[in-house]
């Protein structure tokens, strides 16, 4: 069968994969049709047992967000025969020769660098987001055969990759790509969905690893921080889809030939269809960033054109209508064969706060280097041993979790609702950063009823949000003083009705930085940004750890000496013992946290978010008129 490929000059579209977890080798062979969206996706059906949809980086349009339009088709492989093939019979069957003339980067290594330090001064600097994850591509000549030498790259991956979760070929029409991915985006069996968000990154020496060095990069809080900004990310995204939230599994390691990486894997379950899985889900932080929707702009603004299929997913959809399931794997590490010969290797690098740029350049150099071993034929054998069953990684893996919020590494029971509030309703005003559907997860836990609308649903009247019990302003990007932005305008507006309605109100992180302001204290840029940190702070007579996201806060006027002798009377704050950074208010009827209590970073959130919001909602006997409390 593979025979016949390599014997037709012009072969039929056709998939290899091998598959993580499942023996041997799947041969795909069908028709191909290019779909608008993924609505259209062909399912299953007598005819055809299984499709492989190609979904460009450009359908992220389909969600409303920016990217450079490619042009790149949703395209379908629709199988109409498939079999299985040993993985030896296949290294054998297509060895052979590639001719590639080795290239370069199109953006040069002096360009990339300067835009880490762009990404990190104007983006994270001004609370665009957390993490960005910017490409560049790899370009070469390819002389010969286009789908032929994509079997033959396909071989020498096999065998150089052994730890991918996804080695693959697909040739469809004019496009062709051979990769190993390391990363599934995500997968539906049964109604179980589950998302492997990968991030931090060891480079294998050319000597191999040892596992003091992978226990230094383990020990490295760029990296761990790296990770835990992911995983919350795509909790915002499980927390979407799955209405038990989802759990979190690992961490583990992915050990491929020239890196590893920390992965953990989030379930949950399930009762949408796997096209809309597909959706929600689009794409991983781990290639594009959070938060998301910015993340998009961000990409569209550093990258020079389209990504093509870069960061997009490859998805197998089987089974019969009502039980289909999907296994889709992120594309990187992947090469695209052009018919002209052009051979393209996109890579990326996640840009934090604590980027260093001569890393992040290597780092990119280091991720290529898995397909430009095969494509020069050099695919080398895995010199350093297994570290998965090391006692020492293993243990500084568990770690990790040490002081992570239990509420999302345990299965989630129905023991979280508070009597208090249950059937209470809470309105939840996006503003642009999918926190909003891990706090109306918490929320519904503690017994509420949850709806979330995006800011530009929601006026500013103060009629708006009236028939809720509660209001909940939330986080989002930008800064909160730009009033000349649409989005922030309105959160003002947004907070403005509800305090002066009296109504209670939980305004987080950058509606905090609003309400704090429209309390009259002073709004800025901290020193430095504390996106996707974990910092223990003083909250209302007691100490807890809890995530932040932010580069903006509040501060008390005169802070250090006398701190908090402007706050308007009735106001309590929890704020920095020396420097007056407001990381909390509470007042009759509101409350406001700089912090994101339902990251997986707050260890006690979901606790917090309780009693905050039962504290709001519960009329206060005699109005507040205390002096200013410090927290
Ligand atoms: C962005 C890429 O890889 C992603 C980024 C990683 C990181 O920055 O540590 C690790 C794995 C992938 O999720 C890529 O390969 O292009
Ligand atoms: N997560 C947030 O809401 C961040 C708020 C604001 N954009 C900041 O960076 O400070």
Redesign the pocket.
């Known amino acids: 069968m593979l025979k016949d490929l390599l014997d037709d000059p012009a072969p039929p579209p056709f998939a290899l994969l091998a598959r993580a977890g499942r023996p041997g080798v799947e041969l795909l062979l069908g028709d191909v049709v290019d779909v608008d969206r993924l609505a259209d996706i062909p399912l299953p059906d007598g005819d055809s047992p299984a499709t492989l949809a190609l979904i460009p980086y450009r359908q992220l349009s389909e969600r409303g967000f920016e990217c450079h339009d490619d042009g790149a088709p949703l395209r379908c492989l629709r199988v109409r025969s498939r079999s299985h093939l040993s993985r030896a019979d296949v290294v054998a069957a297509v060895s052979g020769d590639v001719d590639v003339a080795p290239g370069g980067f199109d953006v040069a290594d002096d360009e990339y660098a300067d835009i880490v330090g762009r990404v990190i001064r104007d983006e994270i600097g001004r609370g665009a987001g957390a993490n960005f ?1 910017i ?1 560049r591509d790899y370009l070469a000549r390819l002389t010969g055969s286009v789908p032929h030498a994509a079997l033959r790259l396909f071989g020498r991956l096999l065998t150089g990759e052994p730890g991918a979760y996804w080695t693959f070929a697909v040739h469809a029409g004019d496009l062709t790509m051979v990769g190993a991915t ?2 599934r985006h995500v997968s539906v069996d049964d109604g179980t969905v589950v998302m492997n968000p ?4 060891y480079r294998v020496p050319a000597d191999g690893a040892t596992s003091d060095d992978l226990l230094r990069f383990l020990a490295d809080p760029k990296e761990t921080e ?1 990770l835990f900004m992911v995983v919350d990310e795509e909790l915002k995204m499980m927390s979407a889809v799955c209405e038990d939230g989802g759990r979190v599994l690992g961490p583990y390691l992915k050990e491929m030939s020239h890196l590893i ?1 920390t992965e953990y894997l989030l379930e949950g379950a399930t009762r949408l269809d796997v096209r809309d899985v597909l959706r929600e889900t689009m794409f ?1 932080p ?2 594009t960033g959070s938060p998301l929707e910015n993340a998009a702009r961000v990409i569209t603004r550093y990258e020079v054109g389209g990504r093509g299929y ?2 997009g997913v490859a998805a197998l959809i089987e089974g019969a209508a009502g039980r289909l399931t999907v296994d889709a794997p ?1 594309l ?2 992947t090469a695209y064969l052009e018919p002209d010969g052009t051979v393209r290797v ?5 840009l934090v706060r604590h980027s260093v740029a001569g890393h992040e350049v290597t ?2 150099h280091a ?1 290529a280097a898995g397909v430009l071993a095969a494509l020069a034929g050099s695919g080398r054998a895995r010199r350093s041993p297994s570290f998965a069953g090391d006692p020492e990684i293993a243990a500084a893996l568990t770690a990790r979790n040490r002081t992570l919020a239990p509420f999302w590494l345990r299965p989630q029971g129905a023991d979280a609702a508070r009597p208090t509030l249950a059937g209470r309703s809470v309105l939840i005003v996006d503003a642009e950063d999918r926190w909003t559907a891990m706090l109306a997860h918490l929320l519904r836990r503690l017994g509420m009823r949850a709806e979330v609308r995006r800011w530009d649903t929601v006026g500013g009247r103060p009629a708006d949000g009236d028939a809720y019990d509660l209001l909940l302003a939330g986080p989002g990007p930008g800064d909160p003083r730009d009033v000349a932005d649409p989005r922030i305008a309105r959160l003002h507006d947004v907070v403005r009705a509800r305090l002066a309605a009296r109504r209670p109100l939980l305004a987080v992180c950058l509606s905090h930085q609003v309400l704090a302001g429209q309390l009259g204290l002073p709004v800025g840029p901290l020193p430095r940004p504390y996106q996707g940190t974990q910092r223990a702070v003083p909250l209302f007579g007691r100490e807890t750890r809890v995530g932040f996201y932010n580069t903006y806060a509040a501060g008390l006027a005169g802070a250090g000496a006398g701190a908090g002798a402007d706050m308007p009377p009735g106001v309590e704050v929890a704020a920095h013992p020396d420097t007056g950074e407001v990381f909390a208010l509470r007042g009759a009827g509101f409350a406001s946290v700089q912090f994101h209590l339902e990251s997986i970073l707050s260890t006690e959130g979901i606790d917090l978010l309780a009693e905050l919001v039962t504290g709001v909602l519960t009329p206060a006997s005699s109005p507040a008129a205390a002096a200013p409390r410090r927290g």
């Open positions: 994850v490409r390391p990363e990968i991030s931090g990154t790296e990486h991983a781990t290639v870069y960061a992120i990187i590490r996109p890579v990326g690098a996640t780092e990119t991720k």
